[in-house]
């Protein structure tokens, strides 16, 4: 291919003087010409399509470079000059799609639009399918809510700790934006027990919401309740001998549901919480708190997280300290409640009790 064929007669005539007609007569011929032969093309090749597309770009309508925009978002070998232009267009109809996925766009010209344009460009760039550190420590300190939302919803996006540090300090003022930064697997942990131990209540609603609307308020203030009370609290019970013998377990590759299940069926009650604790990563005094709660809730969201049968939790169930006054109608309730309970939303509420605990001495050798 060469510069000749790629040529519009009388271009320069056509930008200057062309009604927009024909200038978007001719964009479109480009484009469709582009298009059709971008995968064969090399860079050289597409040089030339850069150079007429740049010279068209500030000559034709706002719907056309929208549509432009469009086209050449998705192509790995979109004219880089031209993408440029297009995301830095005021427009957010126009800059938008290149915005959103040009890998054109280097992390120098991301960061240029995030210091000089509009929120619009920021929630644009917020989605993008990969985004690094270097981005994002600008993205936070110039976005508005709803781009640090985006932000903190989009996996593909690098955070360093001090971007981590920016976003938890405005999820202690906005529960939405703590639920999405609690559901990401890469906050640092101490940071993520800052956040809980501010929004925990909120947060852990917002995320039960979903799953059993008539208990959320319950299951919320227990969990809070349940964390509280385990930071500073004296046991009731003495778990270290169950505990070694649990830790003797799980080195030997013993420890299981089917054993859980076993302890659970002969009323060894302590072997059960320890093997509880040590299975769903919780401490062993969360456990007995949780299975003395009065609702039998937090239990089933520990056998649901841990992906075990209702068998293995009406087992547990049956053996809880309130369990003598439990009817077969409340268990049918339970039986419903966890069908309906999702594997998700269970983990989730798990973390709350992992993370607020990552910083308490622990009691038990798991090995």
């Known amino acids: ?8 007669p009388e271009l320069d005539e056509l930008i200057t003087r062309g009604s927009r007609e024909r200038q978007a007569e001719t964009l479109e011929r ?10 064969r093309f090399n860079e050289d090749h597409v040089q030339l399509f850069d150079l007429v597309f740049t010279r068209l770009i500030d000559h034709i309508e706002n719907t056309a470079r929208s549509a432009l925009s469009c086209r050449l978002a ?14 830095h267009d005021d427009s957010i109809a126009v800059a938008g799609p290149v915005l959103k996925q040009a890998r054109r ?54 955070l360093s700790r001090d971007g981590f540090c920016v976003l938890v300090e405005r ?4 529960a939405v934006l703590a639920e999405k930064l609690v559901l990401r ?8 027990h800052e956040l809980l131990l501010t ?24 969990s809070a309740k349940v964390s509280s009370e385990t930071e500073g609290a004296i046991e009731a019970r003495d778990y270290s001998h169950a505990q070694r013998r649990v830790a003797e377990l799980h080195r030997e590759g013993k420890l299981d549901e089917a054993r859980l299940v076993t302890f659970a069926e002969n009323g060894e009650y302590e072997p059960m919480i320890a093997a509880l604790a040590s299975l769903c990563a919780v401490p062993v005094e969360v456990v007995d708190r949780l299975m003395g709660a009065q609702q039998p809730d937090p239990v089933l969201i520990l056998c649901k997280s841990a992906g075990w049968a209702w068998t293995t939790t009406a087992a547990i169930l049956k053996v809880r300290p309130c369990s003598a006054r439990a009817s077969s109608e409340h268990f049918d ?12 939303t269970a983990r989730r509420v798990v973390r709350f009790w992992q993370v607020r605990s990552d910083d308490r001495p622990r009691t038990t050798d798991n090995g």
């Open 171 to 174: 999820a202690k003022t906005d």
């Open 333 to 344: 309730t339970a039986r419903a409640d966890f069908d309906r309970l999702s594997a998700t």
């Open 105 to 158: 766009l280097c992390e120098t010209d991301l960061i240029d639009i995030v210091q000089n344009k509009s929120q619009a460009h920021l929630l644009a760039i917020s989605t993008r399918a990969h985004l690094a550190e270097p981005v994002t420590d600008v993205l936070v300190r110039h976005a508005d809510q709803e781009v640090l939302r985006s932000l903190a919803e989009n996996r593909g996006a690098r």
């Open 74 to 87: 998705p192509l790995g070998n979109a004219p880089a000059a031209a993408v440029r232009r297009l995301a």
């Open 185 to 192: 697997p890469d906050v640092p942990p101490r940071l993520l």
């Open 199 to 222: 929004v925990t209540d909120a947060v852990q609603r917002r995320l039960i919401s979903r799953t059993v609307p008539d208990k959320r308020s319950e299951i919320g203030q227990m």
């Open 1 to 8: 291919m060469s510069a000749h064929a790629l040529r519009i």
């Open 30 to 39: 480009v484009t469709a010409f582009f298009l059709d032969g971008a995968s």
